[in-house]
């Protein structure tokens, strides 16, 4: 059965490197479909906001990643640490707790940065909010463009293992 993952870019930059390696993650396996789940129109994280129902955008946001059976974050680091977007995506998709749309949910983390240590410290910090939501993820990271065929290579692998640790990834029993 054909996987579909889904791919979250926590840079809202127009031409940003890790959308382009996002981007190319499509073209590099065709074995599996591929979505996008946009960030840039949640609202800044308020529980306020959840009183009446979470806002529309939230709503699609989480069903979007509900729908996929898999996710891969493709993110930069800023000041050495997690962008500011991609924490408040996490904070809506781990909202109900108990409930999360990510829990249980394989999570892959790759990104791209000029800074000499890539992205090894948004890498930390995204498990480390990932953790706390008891998401079960795969972490890697490559940190060269992706007109290198040897880049390439490497993430038409990571997607294969990515697929293939979904199917390992034990069934979620739904209420």
Partial sequence: MTKTIGLICGSLRKNS???????????LDDSA??????ISS??????????????????????AIQDVDGVIIVSPEYNSGITGVLKNALDW???????????????????????GFGTAFAQKQTREVLEAMQVHEKVDAQQKILTDESTKRYLQRYLQQFIHWIDQAPVPVLD
């Fill in 42 to 63: 949640l609202p800044f994280f308020n529980e306020d906001l959840e009183v009446d129902g979470s806002p529309e955008s939230v709503a699609s946001f989480r069903a």
């Fill in 93 to 115: 998709a781990s909202r109900p707790r108990t409930s999360s749309v990510l829990n249980r949910k394989p999570v892959g983390l790759i990104g791209a940065t000029p800074g």
């Fill in 33 to 38: 479909q591929y979505r996008w789940i946009e």
């Fill in 17 to 27: 490197y890790n959308r382009m390696i996002a981007e190319s993650l499509t073209t």
